[in-house]
């Protein structure tokens, strides 16, 4: 996929991003020395090398249509997926083994909290559309060095009770076959390996949905629930509340923003840091 043809593609959607950079914190206790044997500064420069430019977490604002035909596309054929260094919940799937399903490729990672907010109605759609046809697979592909370690992402599924097939994209060919640049991102496929949807970032579900039902009946599925699911989860997955009062923001002197407390910073050390005297909105 060219950068003209996604530009395109960006001008079309009329696509109003909101960049969010921020680490959300591990809600499992089994990493709890991760980050401080962990050189964040060597996990963003290793991100840099392989992707230009440097991935991006986003909150998505965009308009529903209401006919799921007028958004899909023929954006090419969906690249294989054996790249990956393991599969979770499932041997090794390739595109061509999934020809005659219609395929949900999300790109997500266990530490953005915006891949996160969209997991239940990722596994609801796994869940609720997969005896019609659908194959829904996640392409984890780490942030930071210890979102690459195999039994950290199985603790992940587990706490998240994910189910369906997760491929570990932890040298990021697979996000690289695919040109993306986003955490979450999702690539909706036809029977015939087609990528007809892209979407990225946080919202739009019922976008989403529709499509994947229109795929389906394409590909000959009768008897669809066509109501859309809906979010109640609260917690960790919840969606984003209406007033946020501060920005997210990474661990570490190298993207850090809005250091307050009062000691100076250091590099490169474990330090016990105190908060200030007073906290406010920036």
Not at 41 to 52: K, M, N, P, S, Y
Not at 136 to 159: M, W
Not at 164 to 190: E, K, L
Not at 268 to 282: G, T
Request: glycine share 6%; charged share 20%; net charge neutral.
């Amino acid at each position: 996929m060219t950068n003209l043809w996604r530009s395109r593609i960006w001008l079309r959607r009329n696509l109003r991003a909101a960049v969010i950079v921020g680490l959300f914190s591990v809600a499992s206790g089994r990493d709890s020395n991760s980050m401080s044997t962990t050189s964040f500064v060597d996990t963003v420069h290793a991100g840099e090398r392989l992707i230009d430019p440097f991935p991006m977490r986003l909150r998505a604002v965009l308009a529903t249509s209401a006919d799921p035909r007028s958004l899909l596309a023929d954006n090419g054929t969906m690249p294989d997926l054996n790249g990956g260094v393991a599969w979770l919940n499932s041997t090794p799937v390739s595109s061509q083994s999934l020809r005659g399903k219609v395929v949900l490729v999300n790109f997500w990672t266990y530490t953005c909290i915006n891949s996160l907010r969209a997991l239940p109605y990722v596994k609801r759609w796994a869940s609720k559309y997969q005896k019609s046809g659908l194959v829904v697979i996640g392409v984890h592909t780490p942030e930071f060095s210890f979102e690459k370690q195999q039994s950290n992402v199985g603790a992940a599924l587990s706490d998240l009770h994910i189910s369906y097939p997760v491929v570990m994209d932890s040298n990021y060919r697979i996000w690289q076959d695919f040109n993306n640049q986003y955490w979450p991102a999702f690539y909706i496929v036809d029977a015939k390996g087609r990528i007809r949807y892209e979407h990225f970032g946080e919202g739009d579900y019922g976008d989403s949905e529709r499509v994947i039902q229109e795929l389906l009946k394409e590909n000959g599925a009768t008897d669809l629930d066509l109501n859309l699911v809906s979010d109640s989860v609260r917690g960790i997955e919840g969606p984003a509340s209406n007033d946020e009062g501060s920005p997210e923001s990474y661990i570490g002197y190298h993207l850090a923003e809005r250091f307050s407390s009062p000691e100076k910073l250091d590099h490169d050390k474990q330090r016990i840091y105190s908060p200030p005297a007073e906290l406010r909105l920036s």
